[in-house]
């Protein structure tokens, strides 16, 4: 089978056992899905300007799919891979708030305590007469009342954040933005501290006890709290800027998140980040305790707090996100030189993780748009399985798959200088064109319906066919051109 350009864990062709046994994965729906997003994130990474871009997408306790493409370092010209290791920043969270609520369950705390019962040297300056205390709770919903940083410079370069010691010593000097319990304010400060209980109350140091509590039993070894201390330094991505309106972009220095680290400190792979999803849908699934109770994980993923114009919703810790009528859970990430996104959908149990090495696009868009394509291939390939063990399917069945003969077709060719490209892939079992770049590759999918010869029509969204794209033909018999419209648009690639 073709090994596209971004895949890295190329899977491999239809084995001989039965639909039911075979990893969905498998699936000629799902190949076609993960060929169609190989194409559609290498042109989005190319036509951006993104030096690297790591993705992958998890079915339940399956990694369909983890790949790569670009570099994790312009300068070396070292490869992005799935084992490329990038700051997940706010993802940090997520762990954090999971060790708050191991306490939680333990007894060591309750989600109403207030912090300043709890960590000592808490003292920040009340600013209103009257307001209710600042809690665990508000503090994992975000709606604490707490500023959003300690007060220092650190999202500006060089990034010199402050020390655990540097973030207690100011906080007495802090005021309170809003009242607790008002607002909805996301503050990297409330789950900094969010650390410091865990550092507190388990007496154990913040990164010793998330790597022994919750990294070390998820098998996550390629997760560290703090990116300063990756093991693995030539594995780390080099982050870079926004784009500059000269059209470059700058490689930024790297940082130590420190008194932070907590809410913006871990670098992490896909391939961790996977096992660190397929553990939750495992935990949901099946109930149990590992590492954390399905009660207590439900509990996080459960709207906590929600504002009155219904704009912002979290869980304890958990972002909770609705996209065009469909709930996801999970967390964005964003730090100097980095994007990262993960998203899931419960109820499918599918979950899409993406990473940037640059400040460019939306990652959580990214994944959305993966998770759309993705999804209906997962439910064509569950539902024939279903089919098949009610008996409505042979048991010899195997779904429809491209013509051999089609393959010559798939590539793309150059729309310049009216667009982008044109990506001619399979799908359906038939073909069709992604217009690229495109945000909306689901909505750009073109399907094509074969009439003869090179020649082929669209397909309509009413069924009807419509213009022809025929297909050009070099003296050798390759494909070397797209005629629609009268015009032809070469192949891009040939030597």
Not at 192 to 200: S, T, W
């Amino acid at each position: 089978m073709r090994c596209p350009h971004l895949l890295l864990l190329c899977l491999a062709g239809l084995s001989s056992a039965p639909l039911s046994a075979q990893p969905v994965a498998d699936h000629p729906r799902v190949r076609e899905a993960i060929d169609v997003i190989d194409t559609w994130l290498d042109a989005q990474r190319a036509y951006e300007s993104i030096p690297g871009i790591s993705a992958a997408l998890v079915h339940d306790q399956e990694l369909i799919w983890a790949g790569a493409t670009g570099v994790a370092d312009p300068e070396s010209g070292a490869a992005a891979t799935v084992r490329t290791a990038y700051s997940i920043c706010s993802i940090s969270k997520l762990f954090t708030a999971i060790g708050v609520m191991q306490l939680r369950d333990g007894g060591r705390l309750r989600l109403d305590d207030r912090l300043g019962d709890i960590l000592p040297w808490y003292d920040i300056q009340e600013t209103y007469e009257g307001a209710p205390p600042v809690t665990v709770r508000g503090v994992l919903t975000h709606s604490s009342g707490l500023p959003r940083e300690s007060d220092y410079p650190y999202w500006i370069e060089p990034f010199d954040f402050p020390t655990r010691d540097q973030v207690e010593q100011r906080l007495g000097e802090q005021r309170m933005l809003y009242p607790a319990d008002r607002y909805y304010q996301y503050s990297n400060l409330g789950l900094a501290l969010a650390g410091e209980i865990i550092d507190e109350l388990s007496e154990i140091a913040y990164g010793d006890y998330i790597r022994s509590q919750i990294l070390d039993p998820l098998g996550m070894s390629d997760t560290w709290p703090e990116i300063a201390e990756y093991p693995f330094p030539e594995r780390l991505a080099a982050g870079y800027s926004a784009t500059r309106r000269d059209g470059t972009r700058r490689r930024m220095p790297g940082f130590a998140a420190e008194g932070i680290a907590p809410a913006a400190g871990f670098a992490s792979t896909v391939e961790d980040l996977a096992r660190f999803v397929s553990w939750q849908f495992r935990v949901l699934e099946t109930g149990g305790d590992e590492v954390l109770s399905a009660n207590t994980l439900r509990e996080m993923q459960r709207v906590q707090w929600l504002d009155p114009d219904w704009q912002n919703t979290r869980g304890l810790g958990f972002g909770v996100y609705r996209d065009d009528g469909v709930t996801y859970v999970g967390h964005n990430g964003l730090c100097p030189g980095y994007r990262s996104s993960i998203r899931m959908h419960l109820p499918s149990r599918l979950a899409a993780i993406v990473m940037l090495n640059a400040i460019a696009l939306s990652p959580s868009a990214l994944a959305i748009e993966a998770l759309d394509l993705i999804g209906p291939a997962v439910d064509e390939t569950i539902d024939e399985r279903l089919a098949m063990q009610d008996g409505m399917l042979a048991a010899d069945y195997e779904p429809a798959t491209l013509p051999p003969e089609f393959e010559r077709y798939i590539g793309s060719y150059d729309e310049s200088p009216w667009g982008g490209e044109a990506a001619v892939v399979a799908w359906n079992a038939g073909l069709a064109i992604l217009w690229l770049p495109t945000m909306s590759p689901s909505d750009e999918l073109t399907p094509l319906e074969h009439v003869g010869g090179n020649t082929f029509r669209r397909i309509r969204e009413d069924g009807a066919l419509g213009e022809a794209y025929e297909f050009v033909e070099d003296v050798d018999g390759q494909v070397v051109g797209m005629r629609y419209h009268s015009n032809t648009y070469p192949r891009m690639g040939l030597r």
